[in-house]
């Protein structure tokens, strides 16, 4: 689903909780740098979640409305009593299950997706929908882990492929690593939906974890990282081959601390 999976009350206060300040916060900030100011702004927020980094576009313009929209039921409500703690003020959450919205055409200033789990065909249609929905001049804002993330997973899984004679593992490993999107790629797949001035930026970081089993049971990793190396690698069962990664990282990384590489990425464009 190009919007975002559909999250638990429980799982929605946690990635609120946990998920955006670790993870989603190295995004938003990108985003937040890259995103054109505006006297007044109309913004569409695809894939909203629980309403991350809505607060902040908003205290950045005199006169803005942003309209999130998300598959989750219970994201939307924390999102909505995020808002209502604000004040009266313009933002609103709507539920939409999938792409294209029945929102109108060349209706918003600024089109805006954070961290979509996707693959290559996913982006072209949410990129698409993204052109449809802003008007001329309109900006598109999205964020991604760009290749060369999550480098020791896909290490590692290279090895259990390897050592358990997984073939079809082995193929989907080496695909994925070379399918997820890279600077070039991801300004090819913008420029194809009919964007222009295409930049892509790009911070190089890492996420510490204290152990396998604490990777494997981070939030972060459940809600956001998991799903995306799934999507990359193009695998519905990951269990035996994480099951090796967990291992293997106590293994590794017996006496310090387990570093996860993440490219931050984000691309801003404009629609003609």
């Not at 946990?18 to 995103?35: D, H, N, S, T, W």
């Not at 001049?137 to 997984?166: C, H, M």
């Amino acid at each position: 689903m190009i919007l975002g999976q559909k999250l638990s009350a429980a799982d929605a206060a946690v990635f609120e909780t946990f998920v955006v300040p670790r993870y989603l916060a190295l995004f938003g900030e990108l985003l937040l740098q890259m995103a054109l100011g505006s006297d007044s702004a109309r913004m569409v927020h695809l894939g909203c979640r629980t309403g991350y980094p809505d607060r902040s576009l908003l205290e950045r313009a005199n006169d803005v409305d942003i309209l999130g929209i998300d598959p989750s039921l219970s994201a939307l409500e924390l999102a909505r009593n995020k808002a209502a703690a604000l004040g009266d003020v313009p933002i609103r959450y709507q539920l939409a299950d999938a792409l294209p919205t029945n929102l109108d055409a060349g209706s918003f200033s600024h089109a805006l997706a954070l961290n979509p789990v996707a693959s290559q065909d996913d982006r072209g249609r949410l990129f698409a929908e993204m052109s449809r929905l802003l008007y001329s001049g309109g900006q598109a804002l999205v964020t991604l882990p760009l290749r060369g993330s999550f480098q020791e997973l896909i290490d590692l899984l290279r090895e259990y492929a390897l050592k358990s004679d997984d073939g079809p593992l082995g193929k989907s490993v080496e695909e994925g690593s070379l399918s997820s999107p890279t600077i070039e790629t991801l300004s090819e797949e913008l420029e194809a939906a009919g964007f222009e001035d295409v930049d892509v930026e790009i911070r190089h970081t890492q996420l510490p974890f204290d152990s396998g089993r604490a990777f494997i049971e981070d939030p972060v990793s459940r809600l956001l990282i998991l799903p995306e190396l799934s999507k990359m690698l193009a695998v519905e069962d990951l269990q035996q081959g994480l099951d090796y990664v967990r291992d293997a990282i106590d293994k590794y990384w017996s006496e310090t601390k387990f570093e996860l590489s993440l490219n931050v990425g984000c691309a801003s464009s404009r629609k003609p």
